[in-house]
């Protein structure tokens, strides 16, 4: 079973904190994702990555970056935390051949907390 | 663009059946499903490729319409175990890869 795993399941920050939520997967899958959970707004696309040292923006880059220096491991910074980015944090992965390569496998989430 | 879903939350009673609808403005490539149950991980259910298929799983199926890039999960004779948050998640042709999710759909079932 693909087992991707999230360094914490809550978190609490100081606005003005930098924070740094880790997100490591087994499969050796290509792909990488952050989304941030909001009710009402889904899973929204924060930075995704195809590959090593690679990343692309996502529909809400702003105030986030990120890091891929594994293929294993992927890390969602918040330079400055500001209260607006209290909320769930998913990462996904996905590899793989044929129609199942862009099957996405979620961590159980990061639940951040900026006070 | 995000798809949108409909309805927004369902609340059914076991055995009862229920549609989730799914809508795109873009030319589809694909559809997903993934289903999240509260306080976990979402789960992927199946994906259904441009050309119109239909798949199935048990008593959860789903169609794709590519003309009219919608998607519809059916639930037949729910069961309390299907309870949770159901996401549809689209590839458009011109962003093949990059998969994009709805807003959700609560669904309830009760005894």
């Known amino acids: 079973d693909v087992k991707v795993t999230q360094s914490s399941r809550y978190l609490v920050k100081r606005t003005g904190e930098k924070v740094f939520l880790e997100c490591v997967q087994d499969?050796?899958?290509?792909?990488m994702f952050w989304y941030r959970q909001d009710p009402g707004l889904g899973l929204r696309l924060i930075y995704f990555?195809?590959?090593?040292?690679?990343?692309e923006k996502g529909d809400i880059p702003e105030g986030y970056s990120v890091s891929r220096e594994k293929k294993e491991r992927f890390s969602l910074i918040l330079e400055s935390a500001s209260t607006n980015q209290t909320s769930m944090y998913l990462c996904?992965?996905?590899?793989?051949?044929?129609?199942?390569?862009?099957?996405?496998?979620f961590g159980a989430g990061t639940r951040l907390s900026v006070l | 663009q995000q798809p949108v879903q409909s309805p927004q939350a369902v609340i059914l009673r076991e055995g009862e059946d229920a549609v989730i609808n799914c809508s795109s403005s873009?030319?589809?490539?694909?559809v997903h499903w993934y289903r999240q149950k509260h306080g976990e991980a979402p789960v992927f259910l199946m994906i259904?490729?441009?050309?119109?298929e239909q798949k199935g799983h048990e008593k959860i199926s789903a169609s794709f319409n590519e003309k009219k890039q919608q998607s519809s999960l059916y639930l037949t004779a729910s069961q309390l175990s299907y309870s949770g948050t159901y996401f549809c998640?689209?590839?458009?042709?011109?962003?093949?890869?990059?998969?994009?999710f709805g807003p959700g759909t609560s669904l309830s079932v009760i005894p």
């Open positions: 996904a992965s996905s590899g793989g051949r044929g129609r199942s390569k862009n099957i996405q496998y």
């Open positions: 499969m050796d899958h290509e792909n």
């Open positions: 990555s195809y590959d090593v040292k690679m990343k």
């Open positions: 873009k030319a589809l490539y694909s």
């Open positions: 259904l490729l441009k050309g119109g």
């Open positions: 998640g689209t590839e458009s042709e011109t962003s093949y890869d990059k998969v994009i």
